[in-house]
């Protein structure tokens, strides 16, 4: 497992038509080819996002300063079907949760 570090804020722009998440650059480690779908975590460790594209990757250890972005969970929660729309997967009871966390703190996983 490999993890990168950004800085700054990322923020809401569009790209290939999707509405995204986006990190100008990472301070530490990068995505590398195969990591799509990988998540994209807030600070409070909440998945706020999934990879989508970039260029980002390294030449040996060295980041190469490139972009990436991320479809943003909240737009992919609401969808445009059944099918694609993350909410009928993930709240099949429709409970409507404003966030939700992991397992609870010191159970077995």
Known sequence: MKICFDEDNPY???QGGAAVWYIDEWEDGV???GSSGS???DQNH???GQLYGG???CSGSVN???ADWYGRFGVSWDGNSPQ???KDWLDPQNSSPLSLDGWPEGALK
Do not use: D, S, W
């Open 64 to 66: 190469n300063g490139q």
């Open 84 to 86: 694609t729309r993350l």
């Open 46 to 48: 909440r998945i706020i």
């Open 31 to 33: 995505t590398e080819g």
């Open 39 to 41: 998540p994209l975590f």
């Open 12 to 14: 809401h722009a569009n």
């Open 55 to 57: 260029y980002a990757a």
